[in-house]
């Protein structure tokens, strides 16, 4: 039988369901679970090529910095040491031998302080300049996709995306290519809606209700692009 839309998002609830309840101390999810989530965005048949999948580890109750977290993939015959960004990210490998083996997501800290889940953002870009009509789908493409697994997300829509910089940067430099436009609004916040840690520089840009006309340009790359929904 071919799986089919209410096949996918049964899998990533419960990939998602997994992280959030934690691990025993040094272990993590089932490889097995992270696999067949990103099965999941892998065979998902609409559009998704302004966005990307990944795995991210961030302590529970914000306190602490994803900086120090180390993730190790570990089986009878596998270990892969997986390196994690700024943000608490990474891609994990699509490896049928850990799959086979059962292999688990070993984190170098006790594993009910944090969490585990996929996270879905927007492509980068390596010259810095974004479309503004293609910020916008990729955030409609986000927000296609996460409606999968969260039932909430159905009453939402799309508002605009989040540029996520490293802390203690003084100027992002996120413009609108309109002449010599001040630059954007600068603040403190999550990286992702809802994430407890909050000490990112984060610049909100938000649709233009009439059309998004002016590319957004940034200085400084920039460690994420996430979808805001309202």
Request: aromatic content about 10%.
């Amino acid at each position: 039988m071919k799986p089919t839309a209410r096949h996918f998002a049964a899998l990533f609830v419960l990939l998602v369901t997994a992280g959030r309840a934690g691990a025993r101390d040094g272990e993590w999810v089932s490889y097995r679970d992270a696999y067949r989530a990103m099965v999941v965005f892998e065979k998902y048949g609409q559009a998704k090529h302004l966005i990307q999948s990944q795995f991210q580890v961030m302590s529970r109750d914000g306190s602490e910095a994803p900086e120090g977290l180390q993730l190790t993939l570990l089986g009878k015959s596998t270990s892969l040491n997986l390196p994690l960004d700024a943000t608490g990210r990474t891609v994990l490998p699509m490896s049928t031998q850990a799959y086979d083996e059962n292999a688990a997501l070993v984190l170098n800290r006790k594993g009910g302080r944090y969490v585990f889940r996929p996270r879905v953002s927007l492509q980068l870009r390596a010259d810095g300049v974004y479309q503004a009509g293609e910020l916008r789908a990729g955030c409609e493409q986000a927000l296609a996709f996460q409606r999968l697994a969260d039932a909430a997300l159905r009453a939402r829509r799309c508002v605009g995306v989040r540029f996520v910089f490293a802390k203690g940067l003084q100027d992002p430099g996120v413009r609108l290519r309109k002449g010599e436009a001040a630059a954007l609004t600068m603040s403190d916040g999550p990286a992702f809606q809802g994430d407890p840690y909050v000490g990112f520089r984060v610049v909100d840009y938000r649709f233009a209700g009439g059309g998004d006309k002016a590319p957004v340009v940034t200085q400084n790359a920039p460690l994420a692009i996430n979808p805001v929904y309202e």
